[in-house]
């Protein structure tokens, strides 16, 4: 049974950059992702985001402007079992502070190299990389 889980890839324009929201667990191995989690039962993955978001990194709905065509799926095996990760790319209207819930040390807004570079993982490059090409085309 594949795990899911789902989130938002937030992105905010600054100074006409585009910088994405990383958040760092704050559990090992104190890795970087965007807000995600669980799909709880009788939630679906888009409700499963935008409550992971509004939990991680406080932010609502309605601060946000989803892109509801602009999504990806990575699957990747976490503690011994495959889980799926559905994130939707979304913007932050106003470059507001993000405030952590206890799961999570730190934030980072990162341009889309430092993005891939602190993610770490390859999947989620290539994540990064196609949303980032989505909002240049
Ligand atoms: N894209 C990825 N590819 C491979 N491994 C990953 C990826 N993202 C995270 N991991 C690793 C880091 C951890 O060792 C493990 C679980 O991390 P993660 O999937 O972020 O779940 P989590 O249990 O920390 O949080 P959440 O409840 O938000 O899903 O998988
Ligand atoms: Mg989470």
Avoid at 16 to 35: D, R
Avoid at 85 to 111: F, I, R
Wanted: charged share 30%; hydrophobic share 35%.
């Amino acid at each position: 049974m594949v795990v899911k889980a789902a989130g938002l890839v937030i992105y905010r324009k600054l100074a006409g950059k585009i910088e994405f929201l990383l958040l760092q667990a704050s559990y090992p191995p104190y890795h970087w992702t965007p807000p995600k989690g669980h799909v709880d039962p009788g939630e679906d993955e888009w409700q499963a985001a935008i409550r992971e978001t509004k939990e991680e990194a406080n932010l609502n709905k309605e601060q946000l402007t989803i892109h509801e065509d602009c999504h990806e799926t990575l699957y990747y095996e976490a503690k011994g079992k495959p889980k799926s990760v559905k994130y939707w790319l979304a913007l932050l209207n106003n470059p507001d502070d993000v405030t952590l819930s206890h799961e999570h040390q730190n934030w980072k807004w990162c341009e889309v190299e430092d993005a891939i570079k602190i993610a770490d993982y390859a999947e989620m490059a290539q994540l990064f990389r196609k949303f980032y090409k989505y909002l240049n085309a």
